[in-house]
């Protein structure tokens, strides 16, 4: 299974950005859907989380300004991205578990001061 992430791309320190997450229909809906994002020479964290039902969890580095969401009729889940600063800057990963995990392909995020 593949999903299908867009919407990287370089940004100056405090713009925007929105991330998509595209997943075949018959997981999405009962999958956890996250974005990771992984540094130059750091290991993979997790971002933000959404359930199946809608709760939703972040890490602390972003809270306030990103929001995580999902819809169903596109089965895509959305990380948008405000107030973006130079330590945002990763290739972000979407992930779906729905008792097996998919991975996207990655998607880059630069953001500069």
């Known amino acids: 299974v593949q999903l299908q992430a867009s919407g990287g791309g370089l940004v100056q320190s405090g713009g925007s950005l929105r991330l998509s997450c595209a997943a075949p229909?018959?997981?999405?809906?009962?999958?956890?859907m996250a974005w990771y994002r992984q540094a130059p020479g750091k290991q993979r964290e997790l971002v933000a989380r959404?359930?199946?039902?809608?709760?939703?969890a972040y890490q602390d580095s972003v809270k306030g300004r990103f929001t995580i969401s999902r819809d169903s009729a596109k089965n895509t889940a959305y990380l948008q991205m405000n107030n973006l600063k130079v330590e945002d800057t990763a290739v972000y990963f979407c992930n779906a578990d729905w008792g097996s995990t998919a991975w996207g392909q990655g998607t880059e995020v630069t953001v500069s001061s």
């Open positions: 959404i359930t199946a039902g809608g709760s939703v």
């Open positions: 229909e018959r997981f999405f809906r009962w999958s956890i």
